[in-house]
């Protein structure tokens, strides 16, 4: 049956040769557009989707804007506002506040090795929603000092050419803000699914303790992170925040 099915094509094919290749090229087109439609989709919907313990009660906060141009959409929010939301609405049972931005990238160094890098300081609670899969060190000692970090492989690799030695050593991080000696306390494999992407994660705490202004509600660039308690209304609890700020 299949080897007369492609006899007929073939004898179709010789006797109506432009038809053929008009019908051969639209169904490559489809087909190919099919896949790349699937392969974006795809993609859209395991972006961002962590898995962890807590990450079916986690939420992020957008901010609206109203500019000359119409309503923005953000993603950065005042630097209070996590603290506030946890703070004053039950419905809350903790907040993270993320900060990330390659303004705050800059120079890891040991000894005579360096690598560039892009930091993303986390507040407490991170490890409960966000995946970080440790291949050395751990979640429990990551922050227990407010002047441990925790780097990827790559960047372990680059400075100690080893992940085994790169745990307890300390090494210098230059950068307009945020210079200075800094403790190893684990090893990570970057997520390629996630959406803002780093080399090192250092403290929230740490990153406050820098920048203190953020504490004033004028001033921000944090991503606010909720952990809701289970069985909030997402709806009623979204009217309930919507004019807050």
Excluded at 98 to 125: H, M, N
Excluded at 177 to 203: E, R
Excluded at 232 to 239: G, P, Q, T, Y
Aim: charged content about 25%.
């Amino acid at each position: 049956m299949l080897r007369h099915a492609i006899l007929i094509f073939f004898r179709n094919f010789k006797r109506y040769k432009t038809a053929s290749f008009i019908n051969l090229f639209g169904l490559s087109i489809g087909l190919a557009s099919a896949l790349l439609i699937y392969l974006w989709v795809n993609d859209e919907l395991t972006m961002d989707h962590f898995g962890e313990k807590d990450s079916n009660r986690h939420y992020q906060v957008m901010v609206n804007a109203n500019t000359p141009n119409g309503v923005q959409t953000r993603e950065t929010t005042p630097g209070p506002l996590t603290e506030t939301l946890e703070k004053e609405f039950p419905e809350v049972d903790y907040a993270i506040p993320i900060t990330a931005d390659s303004y705050y990238e800059g120079i890891l160094s040991f000894e005579t090795e360096y690598v560039r890098a892009t930091p993303q300081f986390v507040g407490e609670g991170y490890f409960n929603v966000f995946r970080c899969d440790f291949v050395s060190g751990g979640k429990e000692v990551a922050f227990s000092d407010k002047n441990n970090i925790v780097i990827s492989e790559k960047v372990a690799l680059g400075l100690f050419r080893s992940i085994d030695q790169a745990i307890g050593k300390t090494v210098t991080f230059k950068s307009e803000m945020f210079n200075g000696p800094y403790s190893v306390s684990g090893v990570f494999t970057p997520d390629d699914d996630a959406s803002l992407k780093f080399d090192i994660l250092f403290s929230y705490d740490h990153f406050i303790e820098k920048r203190p202004g953020l504490r004033k509600w004028y001033n921000g660039g944090v991503h606010a992170h909720l952990v809701l308690n289970e069985g909030v209304d997402l709806k009623a609890f979204n009217a309930k925040i919507k004019d807050f700020l």
